[in-house]
């Protein structure tokens, strides 16, 4: 069980993909603020226009193609929720498909196993 | 509301399985059913239905009350009306970003 929506957007995959992991330009439409390192292993900060805050983990990252990232309420009022925006090239321009779905406690562990890896190489620098 | 949204993982967890969907369903039309009754209209073992019915517990999808020598389950809705919530907040949210999308795209030509 998951929430699917879908749009055709009237432009090319090379642009809705800039405008889904540009930072400056999420936080034109996505909400109020948004940060987010769109590599795997990168972290996100989703401010919603109603204040409400998310932090992200990226998961997966195909350029053009196909975006995932685990995100979670910063308040911790909430549990984490898996997305995933996958661009199909459609001629006149570009589906859109955003898949949502809690996360089952198994796949919340491995995406923090990740991060917890990922931290560790930095500090490694 | 910590615990409302970290239930609803485990009851999309819970109702992945279609013998459970089976199973909530068979609850949703009578007031309590025992692990024996389910057993007879499914094809698998009476342990087995149990182990799902445990995880619809665990989900808190249903209840479990011991009446001598039986145990009856029955429906909790509380944690369904939840999920349906869940499904209709993330689904507003992505339609409102989704217009808010196409609009900054249409914006930028």
New interface residues.
């Given amino acids: 069980?998951?929430?699917e929506?879908e749009?055709v957007?009237?432009?090319s995959a090379a642009?809705?993909w800039e405008?889904?992991t540009d930072e400056a330009?999420l936080s034109?439409?996505?909400?109020a603020d948004v940060e987010l390192d769109p590599t795997p292993g990168g972290h996100g900060r989703f401010v919603?226009d109603d204040g409400s805050v998310r932090r992200a983990v990226v998961e997966a990252v195909e350029p053009e193609r196909r975006l995932r990232f685990v995100w979670w309420p910063e308040d911790?009022?909430?549990?984490?929720?898996s997305v995933e925006l996958e661009l199909t090239d459609v001629g006149a321009g570009t589906r859109?498909v955003?898949i949502?779905?809690?996360?089952?406690?198994a796949g919340w562990g491995q995406a923090l196993g990740r991060l917890h890896a990922r931290c560790s190489t930095l500090v490694a620098v | 509301?910590?615990d409302d949204?970290?239930r609803?993982?485990a009851?999309?967890?819970a109702?992945?399985d279609p013998t459970r969907r089976y199973v909530v369903q068979a609850l949703a039309g009578e007031a309590t059913v025992t692990a024996s009754q389910l057993a007879e209209r499914l094809p698998i073992s009476r342990q087995a239905v149990a182990k799902h019915l445990g995880a619809l517990g665990e989900a808190g999808l249903v209840t479990a009350q011991r009446e001598g020598r039986e145990v009856r389950y029955r429906l909790t809705p509380d944690a369904m009306a939840d999920?349906m919530g869940?499904?209709a907040a993330?689904?507003a949210?992505?339609?409102s970003?989704?217009s808010?999308?196409?609009?900054?795209?249409?914006r930028?030509g």
């Fill in positions: 069980m998951q929430v929506r749009v957007l009237p432009a642009v809705v405008a889904i330009e034109e439409w996505f909400g919603d911790g009022s909430g549990g984490p929720s859109l955003v949502e779905a809690p996360v089952a406690a | 509301m910590p949204d970290d609803v993982g009851v999309f967890s109702l992945a999920a869940w499904m993330v689904g949210s992505w339609d970003r989704l808010s999308l196409q609009e900054h795209l249409r930028r």
